[in-house]
């Protein structure tokens, strides 16, 4: 059975805003210039490996930014560049969040459960709200969209629109499925937080966790509490410290509030469960969230695991010694480290698992997925093609009031779609 990897594409507006509070590293890069066109073809690279791998790749497409309808609905009229000058001279830090990228971040655009754990043997997934960040809360309509343009055969799909906005659901970054395998029926986790007086907001409500789960048809599910001091550490996600595949989990000592008890259940309903954890002495929360050790893409190959990790998890000498060990470890799967410079989107506070979403798929579900969405190296190639040619090299705080960006932005997104041959009706778009 597949595991179909469908990464965001990163897009033309990429910048750097500091939107995202608890995402240390986004709000330390406030203000710095960013490259999006490199922050592209980084992530092109990564999927590019990934296929490589065997595993399928597939992407979904940037937003259209600046999204002038969140200027409009907040009271500037006029022209696009009207619209866009205006709001600009009189509330930057909005205009930063009309033009924001972070829809590349696909492990927040849904939560996924594969037809193995459902009641009617179909693939469920519900768009997330995300709610918590006024920034991320805009993109739901548009991962709407292309959602159930790439999954739109009913024999094999239910795509749902988001939970209600009351209850802040960030999608499959805080949610985790072990299994023997990815065919055979699985437990599925939804981490959630709480965090109650801290610095840091927890973004994912244990209702909207639940709600997902029933809505779902889930036979098999357990709602886990992220430790209080990995969100105060950072770890805004619960895959900045922990990700699973198959039997299993790879995570940091420190990752959850009840570590002791969610281990006994694994190990208890997961046949073959397997534990692989950074002992906070070795490897501390600091370096795990510096580092996006655990917010690497974990994968079955052939022969076992592979990890693909940034190159910060490599530059940290206490980080390297454990996945060291690790993989000579014979008692656990993950047998080879793949290292890639995501150096853009980590900036930005994204790593190898936030640009992904995870879709296992049958053989003929895999079919029946839109193929416009799907790669292959020829694809990929005509892709780094485009970026090379369409996207901007450089983006600086005050160029988010300039219309000219706003201009070449939207010719970017136009000759991403033209290449894909998909129609901006098809996604809802004028």
Request: with cysteine.
């Amino acid at each position: 059975m597949p595991e179909l990897q469908l990464d965001g594409l990163v897009g033309p507006s990429h910048n750097y805003a500091g939107l995202s509070l608890g995402n240390l590293a986004a709000t330390s890069n406030a203000g710095a210039v960013s490259a999006p066109r490199a922050a592209a073809l980084q992530g092109l690279a990564k999927m590019r490996l990934v296929l490589g791998l065997g595993v399928p790749q597939g992407l979904l497409l940037p937003h259209d930014r600046p999204n002038l309808g969140l200027l409009r609905a907040m009271g500037f009229d006029g022209n696009d560049r009207a619209v866009l000058t205006a709001a600009h001279g009189e509330d930057a830090a909005l205009v930063a969040a009309a033009w924001s990228a972070s829809a590349m971040w696909t492990a927040n655009a849904a939560t996924v459960s594969p037809a193995a754990d459902t009641a009617d043997g179909r693939t469920h997934i519900t768009v997330a709200n995300l709610a918590t960040m006024p920034h991320r809360a805009q993109e739901w309509p548009a991962t709407l969209a292309q959602l159930r343009l790439a999954f739109a055969d009913p024999r094999h799909f239910v795509v749902h629109p988001p939970v209600p906005a009351s209850f802040g659901d960030e999608g499959a970054a805080n949610h985790m499925r072990l299994a023997p395998g990815h065919e055979a029926p699985g437990l599925e986790v939804f981490v959630y937080g709480e965090n109650p007086g801290g610095r840091f907001p927890a973004r994912q409500h244990p209702r909207a966790s639940a709600a997902v789960a029933r809505r779902h048809g889930l036979r098999r599910v357990l709602l886990a509490p992220q430790a209080d001091c990995a969100i105060e550490a950072g770890a805004f996600h619960n895959d900045v410290v922990a990700v699973a595949n198959g039997p299993v989990l790879l995570a940091h000592e420190q990752a959850f509030a009840d570590r002791d008890g969610l281990v006994a259940r694994l190990a208890a309903e997961v046949p073959g469960f397997c534990l692989v954890e950074a002992p906070a002495g070795e490897v501390s929360l600091e370096d795990a969230v510096g580092s996006y050790l655990f917010n690497a893409a974990l994968l079955s190959v052939e022969g076992g695991m592979a990890l693909v990790l940034p190159g910060e998890a490599q530059a940290n000498p206490r980080v390297w010694r454990w996945l060291q060990r690790v993989v000579q470890d014979p008692a656990n799967p993950i047998h080879t480290l793949h290292v890639r410079d995501l150096r853009e989107s980590m900036r930005n506070g994204g790593g190898p698992a936030c640009l992904r979403l995870r879709v296992q798929l049958s053989d003929a579900a895999l079919a029946a997925v839109d193929r416009r969405v799907l790669l292959d190296e020829a694809r990929l190639d005509a892709l780094e093609r485009l970026v090379e040619r369409w996207w901007p090299e450089r983006i600086a705080p005050a160029d988010l009031g300039n219309p000219d960006l706003m201009d070449q932005c939207r010719a970017a997104r136009r000759a991403l779609l033209d290449a894909l041959g998909i129609a901006p009706r098809e996604l809802g778009e004028a």
